[in-house]
């Protein structure tokens, strides 16, 4: 099966009927905030939503405030119930998993135990550092 987020009928003659019902590629497909205690029926309904108004699918997307744990064995459930009502429902699901840092961190398990691995950072400064005169 071809990934639908290839947009295969992009090198296809325009289609009026496909600009008129964009299928599920074709169409928005919002960051969804997971901020807050996770209810499984919540999410559900929320995705009834999704379809309600027109999105083509959502970006699971862990943010601050989110008090089920990251990957862990809930969270995990919610997203294979999540994934599940999408393919019902003909909608995309993906799973933006950065949970609140930059690309790569995962909620802090890819440095867990490693110190030596967490962020850096680099200061540009026109004046020398710690001077403010």
């Known amino acids: 099966m071809a990934n639908p987020l290839t947009y295969s009928k992009s090198?296809?003659?325009?289609?009026?009927?496909?600009?008129?019902?964009?299928?599920?590629?074709?169409?928005?497909?919002?960051l969804w905030s997971w901020n807050n205690k996770l209810n499984g029926e919540d999410l559900l309904e929320q995705i009834d939503d999704f379809?309600?108004?027109?999105?083509?699918?959502?970006?699971?997307?862990?943010?601050?405030?989110?008090?089920?744990?990251y990957l862990g064995e809930e969270f995990i459930e919610l997203v294979k119930r999540c994934v599940g009502k999408a393919k019902e429902k003909k909608l995309l699901a993906?799973?933006?998993?950065?949970?609140?840092?930059?690309?790569?961190?995962?909620?802090?398990?890819?440095?867990a135990g490693r110190?030596?691995?967490?962020?850096?950072?680099?200061?540009?400064t026109p004046l020398p550092y710690g001077n403010l005169g």
């Open 11 to 30: 090198s296809e003659p325009f289609d009026s009927a496909l600009f008129s019902a964009p299928t599920a590629e074709y169409r928005g497909c919002p």
């Open 51 to 69: 379809q309600t108004i027109g999105m083509g699918g959502f970006h699971i997307h862990s943010r601050v405030g989110l008090d089920t744990e």
């Open 94 to 111: 993906c799973l933006y998993d950065e949970d609140r840092w930059p690309s790569g961190c995962a909620g802090g398990l890819v440095v």
């Open 115 to 124: 110190p030596e691995y967490k962020l850096q950072h680099l200061l540009l």
